[in-house]
């Protein structure tokens, strides 16, 4: 026990600041769990019974469209709070996004009533959140100058040397988890793939 919280605590340092009996409240409320990849947390934003911390793994945060097209937006990384389930607690309204757990991972959970009471009047935690927030308008922006001003090769190329290991170099992913991560489609990164395969880049 002692030994999650000072994991969460060295990943979220803005809780040490807080007062003690406020930090306590929140490690005694909160909950860590295992969620397993592709578990979906939150949908639109219309129920949100927590507020998630990423402790280990990550969250990915999207939009899709009715024929199913997936765009991912930006991800949620170890010591990021889950913005989607803020915007649920502030009562915004419906947010066309959802959360989907990316790989498996640890999230510490904090409860809605727990939350509301002991962080959402902190002047410290808002301030921490701000900061959250500026991260993921710069993350989103980056997705959408890459999607606007960055051909799809050019991103499967980058994908391609970023995550290939080993010698020789392999990648193991399936075309759909590719344009998943590429924000395309995936008939558009089989063609591509076939291409390279046919320039003897790929084997």
Not at 74 to 93: D, E, F, K, Q, T
Not at 167 to 185: D, F, I, R, S
């Amino acid at each position: 026990m002692e030994e999650q919280r000072k994991r969460i605590l060295e990943l979220f340092p803005v809780l040490y600041e807080l007062p003690e009996n406020t930090r306590m409240a929140v490690l005694d409320g909160g909950v860590l769990e295992t969620y397993q990849p592709g578990a979906l947390l939150l949908k639109n934003a219309n129920t949100c019974p927590f507020v998630p911390l990423v402790i280990r793994g990550g969250l990915r945060i999207f939009i899709s469209s009715p024929e199913g097209r997936e765009v991912t937006l930006y991800y949620a990384r170890p010591g990021n709070c889950c913005l989607m389930g803020i915007a649920c607690r502030m009562r915004v309204g419906l947010l066309p996004a959802e959360v989907e757990v990316d790989g498996e991972s640890e999230l510490f959970t904090i409860p809605a009533a727990v939350y509301e009471r002991h962080l959402e009047p902190s002047a410290l935690w808002n301030r921490f959140l701000f900061a959250s927030l500026y991260e993921g308008m710069y993350n989103t922006i980056q997705t959408l100058e890459h999607l606007l001003f960055t051909r799809v090769d050019e991103r499967l190329a980058r994908y391609l040397l970023q995550h290939a290991r080993g010698k020789p170099a392999t990648l193991y992913a399936t075309h759909e988890q590719m344009a998943v991560q590429l924000n395309t489609a995936r008939e558009v990164v089989s063609r591509l793939m076939g291409e390279l395969k046919r320039r003897n880049i790929l084997t």
